[in-house]
Antibody, heavy 121, light 108 residues
Framework: EVQLLDSGGGLGQPGGSLRLSCAAS????????MAWVRQAPGKGLEWVSTISSRGGSTYYADSVKGRFTISRDNSKNTLFLQMNSLRVEDTAVYYC??????????????WGQGTLVTVSS | EIVLTQSPATLSLSPGERATLSCRAS??????LAWYQQRPGQAPRLLIY???NRATGIPARFSGSGSGTDFTLTISSLEPEDFAVYYCQQRSDWPPFTFGQGTKVEIK
């Protein structure tokens, strides 16, 4: 059974940093592209970033480009999102999501439970 | 960036009724469109991909249709667990992958 366990959320200061993690199990992590998708309180879904299976290709939404960095450690079956220069509008539940292919298809067959990031002074 | 517009915003129906949800794209996405269901307090779940294909384990009462700019998600007979928010998403022209704003299916 695929399991994705998101962690690392919490309260961040405007201009500050947070690092999210997603621990994966139940599948061969290194064979699949992964992504982060966020949802602001009471709002819809917003794609944030995608990384290919080996980490060689990364993509970002314009809203986070230059501030967030997606990465993965295939030896530890873990996905990361380094979030710098945080803004109030980054407040959201962040979900890690599994793509069904080694390169991104943009379809997400499995999701973590989400981790809440609140940016406030 | 491709904008997806879903309608209606809210659909009020009774269990057993048929639900028809619409998603319109600002430009053609061919059939590169997915539908997700999100129940309160839960992560989204993939229902339909490539406009018409049901994801693994999705009941047959869920079906998708359409191509180009106009798409429909149909739930043939609503079960109690189907009352949720539904999102469409395109992967035709990315980045970014974009989602619609959602349609809430509520109990009448």
């Amino acid at each position: 059974e695929v399991q994705l366990l998101d962690s690392g959320g919490g309260l961040g200061q405007p201009g500050g940093s947070l690092r999210l993690s997603c621990a994966a199990s139940g599948f061969v992590f290194s064979n699949y592209a992964m992504a982060w998708v966020r949802q602001a309180p009471g709002k819809g879904l917003e794609w944030v970033s995608t990384i290919s299976s080996r980490g060689g290709s990364t993509y970002y939404a314009d809203s986070v480009k230059g501030r967030f960095t997606i990465s993965r450690d295939n030896s530890k079956n873990t996905l990361f999102l380094q979030m710098n220069s945080l803004r109030v509008e980054d407040t959201a539940v962040y979900y890690c999501a599994k793509d069904p292919y080694y390169e991104s298809t943009g379809y997400y067959t499995d999701w973590g439970q989400g981790t809440l990031v609140t940016v406030s002074s | 960036e491709i904008v997806l517009t879903q309608s209606p915003a809210t659909l009020s129906l009774s269990p057993g009724e048929r639900a028809t949800l619409s998603c319109r794209a600002s430009q053609s996405v061919s059939t590169y469109l997915a539908w997700y269901q999100q129940r309160p307090g839960q992560a989204p779940r993939l229902l339909i991909y490539d406009a018409t294909n049901r994801a693994t384990g999705i009941p047959a009462r869920f079906s998708g249709s359409g191509s180009g700019t106009d798409f429909t998600l149909t739930i043939s007979s609503l079960e109690p667990e189907d009352f949720a928010v539904y999102y469409c998403q395109q992967r035709s022209d990315w980045p970014p992958f974009t989602f619609g704003q959602g349609t809430k299916v509520e109990i009448k």
